[in-house]
């Protein structure tokens, strides 16, 4: 069991961030995500790791979104992961929609990395095209399959008549 000893949350203006107290190597596990607490809806202190099921994460709802992020969540293996080499002192962030479907709280991002979103709203509502260069958990994959399958099955009515 990995612990949560090396994170810390800093708060500045009420905003929330997650802190590393030390380095890390890209792939390298930083912690398990928490599952004592899972529910059938998303808030502002969940992650989402299964169709209808939401986790809550304690310290990590301090985790920041970022178009651009440093760790993902994998939410089969249930583990924080650096996705790059990450320094003693930064802060920890991962891109929401690669385990977010439909957001409880949407926001518009002012990362400034050139491949923003702007609004964050979950997996749902973003172009494939944009989903395809991010990490993705197993369940956004699937209801982004349904998803196109839905509409592919409703076009086919359209056309059908
Ligand atoms: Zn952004």
Redesign the pocket.
């Known amino acids: 069991m990995v612990s949560m000893d090396t994170l810390a949350i800093k708060t500045q203006n009420k905003f929330r961030s997650l802190i590393t107290k030390q380095t890390y190597k890209k792939g390298e596990i930083i912690c398990e995500i928490p599952t004592e607490k899972v529910i059938d809806k998303a808030n502002r202190y969940t992650v989402q790791i299964g169709r209808d099921r939401h986790t809550e994460v304690g310290k990590l709802s301090a985790l920041n979104?970022?178009?651009d992020p440093n760790v993902i969540l994998d939410t089969e293996n249930l583990q924080m992961v650096a996705c790059r080499d990450i320094d003693q002192g930064e802060e920890l962030s991962f891109f929401y929609p690669s385990t977010e479907w439909e957001m409880d709280a949407p926001f518009i991002?002012?990362?400034?990395?050139a491949n923003?979103?702007?609004v964050v709203a979950g997996a749902r509502f973003l172009p494939l095209s944009t989903l395809e260069n991010h990490y993705l958990n197993r369940h956004i994959r699937e209801l982004m399959i349904e998803l196109l399958n839905n509409t592919e099955s409703h076009l086919t009515k359209l056309t059908d008549v």
């Open positions: 979104h970022s178009c991002c002012l990362c400034g990395a923003c979103i702007h």
